[in-house]
């Protein structure tokens, strides 16, 4: 079934509207959720709208959080979500990013007291569609990677997202520092599929290939012990320096409802017209585009395609033709709605 | 032969002296030449010295250049490093990113008309030894990868450093984006050993195991397209960005002598103490050294490191006991040195 997105923003604001979230909150939380569905992040949109409102329910989030500025020097900032929905922390650092940017040329702001946020990628798009160069760093909501040569689970699949503008349309980049993220393996469960080796090691550092048994078992980082490097930093820099959960302190959000689960992300904005014309920027990035996908092809492959030319197609075609609800998830946004007498999707 | 490392400084600063760089500047290149042995990074220290010498002579380096910001905007510069030695463009960035950070919180620094820098990890650790957090990319001197799918070699290895300051020492990461950099590669082909698979590719994409005939071949980004997107993404953020080289306008380094390679970098400062306590985030990140440190070990492995522990006590071994100087470098160095009447090594 395939559905206008406008329809399920209204539908997925109603329903936060519904369970407590301010008005212009919920519409905002709703359109960062159906714009990661748009971009193809189908994990990461409204298939998380349950878990949400379970969080909500069982006092997991702050359905109407102070979400402030707490440290602020020069071209940096540092706000707290106050356990809002991480969308609205986001919302709120790509604003406040976005100004400084244009001020300073750079901006660094961090969260703590977040939560997830969705897609990366969709915080990231934004600066580069406003033109600015846009950075996000986030730890993830629960820890599915042990540390290289360990088998315990300590890390998350900790992603980075890079946005930059193009002529054409932007370049976004929106990566876990893992072979698969874990919805992938979630997704393969589903379908009954086993998983490619390469995916996740056991406990003795055997190949995981049956993703329904999959307990206590590791995630592999990309590149060995160079995903593990990047994991770590992006931790770092998103969780500790923001005061924020890194390590065993990270709260599994898929298995508990009710701690706070203070999660850190990071936001890097540039303007790249503080170094120049942004015209010219948008220009020379389009100019190597052309040149990678342009490239002679290596067998097997029938064409090249840039980080986000996938996500930002779908976008196309799905705000054209609407967003593929399946009939599971469909029936389980239907009972929230009918609690609240919102009409069905 | 071990030399020892204060010995090797004046050695290679009385060689850049001799071939026409001021006196204070071939004293500060040595000393970031040496600071990469003295890392462990020995294909970016001064074995790179005759390369360098053949480039002053070929007219490739200006020796004597007029290093000097030429955009600024609040947090953020852009230097022109008028084709000088890339680690006196990127002592002069991270000279002004400290400043800046100090005063902002965060500082971003680019970089053209620069060149090869030696290893990232030392620019990145003098932030992190000065209690910043410090992040360096930049664009590699010589084209070895294909973008996903195909076969041209438009891009570098485009690497990525990062450091933090801890309690007991930094965190340092210093990685290219490639499974193997391609000094591994000649290192390979120099001991007559073959390459693993999954190293590089040939033309039709099957793998590369002979070392000494990867002609066209390509290096395999790490994790597949997700390195390549990593490439990529370094490459507009440290190249194009700056105005600097990326893609196909990439001067292979060690096969040019004569041309500027208007290399591009990037450099990213964040103060830790303009959201809180540099002490306290010290004492973190050591605490999540010793989670991860301390978790069990897979089979197979008998210790956790984290990024930059090798390096770093590599360094305190190198500065007691010296540098390993293998008998060719030595010879070519000595070659060099004999020409101006320097005391050989």
Known sequence: MLVASGRMKVFVAAVLFAEGLPKDDAAKV????????????????????????????????????????????????????????????????????????????VAWVGARMSNHAGAGGVHALRLAEAGLVGIYLAVGNANHMAPWGGIELLLSTNPIAIAVPGQSEPVLLDMATTVAAYGKVKLAADRGESMPEGWMIDREGNPLTDPTNVEGGSLMPIGGPKGFGLALMFGFLAGTLNGAAFGSDVIDFNADDDSATNTGQVLIAFDPSAFGSLAAFRAQVDAVRREMTGSALRPGFDEIRLPGERALGLRRARLQDGIQLPNGLRGRLNGLAAEHGIDPL
């Open 30 to 105: 709703a359109e960062l959720m159906v714009a990661a569905d748009l971009l193809g992040a189908d994990g990461h949109g409204v298939f998380r709208l349950p878990r949400y409102v379970a969080r909500l329910r069982a006092g997991g989030f702050n359905p109407r959080p102070d979400i402030r500025v707490v440290s602020r020097r020069g071209a940096s900032a540092l706000i707290d979500g106050d356990n809002g929905f991480g969308h609205l922390v986001m919302d709120s650092a790509v604003t406040l990013a976005e100004d400084i940017a244009r001020d300073q040329g």
